[in-house]
């Protein structure tokens, strides 16, 4: 059974792919938690490793919330980025693996809005977390280059899975709590990834190398999405609200600044279609897509 190493495995995306991964692989989990296999914390040092692993899956990040001070957008650079040179460090004096697979985001484009936007997008990213992010990429794309290890950067959509954080959970809970709007009937289509696909993905990429967008093939509405989440609680659809007024509150947010719960960029975010194509993974890897509509659990 091949050896591989799991970074973040007590994060969202660890604990989901883990089970899974630990059913073809031989897994060693690497982390800041004593429920680590090693325990180490990226960000502030270089793990001693006393095994060879032939496949490395580096999962671990910081997403999800928004920097308000120079440290906490330092803390993206740190973990994001440092976390990502100070593991390669350890391979280098451990032993090099013959596969790293980089989980990172689609947030490295820096799209508002588009359609199927595919791997030939030019980068652009804008926030703290995707300038991260794309630096990590840059720095394996040379690291694996010199070393000939076989690298495989993957860029998921928003990620949907039991209980997931982020502008997902953020939905669940608003709705759940009765303090979520609809917006403009909510007809904005996004890209979703269900998470136990990147450990499907796994075996298709050893020794395949590559960048590749990760989603599913259907790309719901909020509508579509929101009516998934009422079902599962028992609920009614949540009150839609005109765009006109969306507008306005976005405004007052804007006015009041970053503790404002609702501003023009989430406006955007809930207005605006933003979608990705899947096609590459799809034909150079011949990966079936789980659907996000006929998974997509909340808990």
Not at 61 to 89: M, Q, W
Not at 197 to 213: Q, T
Not at 254 to 263: E, S, W
Request: charged residues 20%.
């Amino acid at each position: 059974m091949k050896k591989l190493l799991l970074t973040g495995a007590t994060g969202f995306v660890g604990k989901n792919v883990l089970p899974l991964l630990m059913t073809q692989y031989d897994v060693t989990t690497c982390g800041r938690s004593s429920e680590n296999g090693i325990r180490a914390d990226l960000a502030k040092e270089i793990p001693v490793f006393s095994d060879h692993f032939d496949i490395v899956l580096h999962a671990a990040g910081k997403a999800h919330t928004t920097p308000r001070t120079e440290a906490e957008i330092k803390e993206f650079d740190d973990v994001n980025y440092l976390g990502t040179v100070n593991l390669c460090s350890a391979l280098d004096k451990y032993g090099l693996p013959g596969t790293i697979i980089y989980l990172s985001s689609a947030a490295v484009y820096g799209c508002n809005q588009g359609v199927n936007v595919d791997e030939t997008h030019e980068l652009n990213p804008k926030t703290p977390y995707a300038i991260s992010k794309k630096k990590a990429e840059d720095y394996l794309i040379g690291w694996g280059s010199r070393h000939d290890v076989c690298l495989v950067i993957l860029r998921p959509s928003l990620i949907a899975g039991p209980n997931p954080p982020g502008n997902l959970g953020s939905m669940i809970k608003g709705i759940a709590s009765g303090r979520y709007l609809s917006i403009a009937g909510g007809k904005a289509r996004k890209s979703v990834l269900m998470v136990e696909d990147i450990a499907r993905l796994v075996p298709l990429l050893e020794k395949k190398g590559g960048i590749y967008n990760i989603c599913s093939d259907d790309q719901p509405t909020f509508e579509e999405l929101e009516s998934l989440i009422c079902s599962q609680l028992g609920l009614k659809q949540p009150m839609n609200l005109p765009l006109w007024c969306a507008k306005c509150m976005a405004i007052i947010g804007d006015m009041l600044g970053k503790k404002a719960p609702f501003n023009t960029n989430k406006l955007i975010k809930m207005t605006e279609t933003l979608t990705f194509s899947n096609a590459k993974a799809k034909k150079e890897l011949r990966w079936t897509a789980l659907s996000a509509i006929e998974n997509f659990r909340i808990c």
